[in-house]
């Protein structure tokens, strides 16, 4: 019978392996493959590519060929991440030269950018050849990668490898992933790593309003982003545009500087970073190019790749502020006044204090400017879609305009982020990476929390700032906090979240280091001070029922001194119910 099979596979140009009579798997992906056709319900996919070539059972080794256990493929079938089952095929020197797929787990079925070969039924026995099913993917480094599994048995973890997928609107699309590398017995486990980083660039590109593109000068073919795709007006999911298409979307009077740096690029390799107009929804938008050559090693060019970013509300901002600069400086000039101009900046700078009166937290704020500058205090509390709330507050270092680019760019970054729904970690690596881009100089400190009203939950973590205080029955102590670097002093950061559970009348205080901050104290004595202000302010405050504001305003006279260093603030929130 297998012999049978194995030549009607070979009639059809099917790529198999192993031996017909011995296979219980093609039902099973049969069935995954129906269900996901059922769940799709897509566009017909294109047209299959030329099925890899056969290669013989004998290249197997025939302790192998065996039943997969149907307790394991369930067990696979249980993985949430895409995994496969393979018989490793060795040369003569033992050295993996390929892969026949034994089993497919449902995810790898369900995952669009896996290939039909792997998703389609197969003929009973026979398994695909991994290496012709996922072109480019076998690297040298990827089969030296699990042939030393193969030998040793010590798993390989996130391999990155890389293999070119077609689509059902029949575009070729270059995959990056990781995949991780177990043996089982003689057998390799493939798991494609989980990953949503997909998910989080579209994300990010529609916060930020940044896009990307890569032209390949060996098809001509420029492919981009749904993030620029949305830039240049056009359907987010565009896959591609012609080049004198998406050239022609830069104003003429821009087309000039741009084709130059672009010559300059294609010539030299050199990156380039320049300042450019292009046509996309409304007026022409001010965008910020950044590119690099594409190429093989040391060989020729091969395309560019391109990241831009649309920085219109930026440079308006830029010029707003300029043109503040100028009338700051007229007005000091004609009065003497800069004091009184700068306090007027600082407090335009203030945002409004939102109410969560509808989770059922009472909120307080006091601010407490800095003697004679802008400091780069910040925070932000909202209630977002989900029904939870975002609490947070922060301190950019340094003082004057610097401070406070840092600060309102961090804020509004945040504000942002929220909207996804993510984890106060990811918020906390996404705000490190932003500071990070910015410069050397963009450092800051932060409490980024979320409150689950529905659980009276307070998850939060710590970016190298003072702990929040917990206000409990007259009782006033500081947090215990997985403290994590402060943002943007490394490019990639992970914080480690603190959940602590609140209780009706419960109060939660978070403060910057100006406030408890002194040059001859020490910083733990500060914050013990800190504790013992808020406990006599909340007693004396009993006999007519505690006002959160009188209590963080006679928090912050208390602990400022006659010449305050750094501005400071102070957050209240009662949890009522």
Known sequence: MGGRVAEEARRKGRAVYGRGEQADWGGALRRTVARLREEQRGPEPAPAAAAPPIVPETALDPDLARPPDQDLHRLLDAVPQAAVLAEPVQDAGGNVRDLAVVIVNEAAARHPYHPEEVHGPAEEGHGISLREAYPGLWSAAFADA??????????????????ESTGADGVVRLRRE????????????LVWTEDRTEEIARAAQRIARVGWAEWSLRDGRLDISPGLAALLGLAPDTPTLPPPQALGRVTETARPALYRALDHLLTTGEDIDVLTEMYGVGRPRRIRLVAEAVRDGDGPIEGLRAVLQDVTELADSQRRLREQEEETERQARRADAEHIVVQRLQDAL???????????VSTAVAYRPAEGGVGGDWFKVRQLPDGRALLAVGDARGHGLDAVALMSMLRHALAGLAFTGALVESLGAWLNRIAYDDGEESTATAIVSRYYPDRHLLRWICAGHPPPVLLREGRATPLAAELGPPLGVLAENTYRAVETYVRPGDTVLLYTDGLVERRDQDIDARVEALCAAVERHAVAGRATGPDLQELVDAVVRE????????????????FDR
Not at 146 to 163: F, K, N, Q, Y
Not at 350 to 360: K, S
């Open 350 to 360: 203030q945002p409004r204090f939102a109410t969560l009166a509808g989770l059922g």
């Open 559 to 574: 602990m400022s001194g006659p010449l305050s260093e750094d501005d400071a603030t102070l957050l209240a929130f009662r």
């Open 178 to 189: 990781r995949v991780t590398t177990h043996r089982l017995g003689r057998r390799l486990l």
């Open 146 to 163: 699990v042939t030393e599994v193969l030998r040793t048995g010590h798993a390989a973890r996130e391999i990155p490898v890389r293999w």
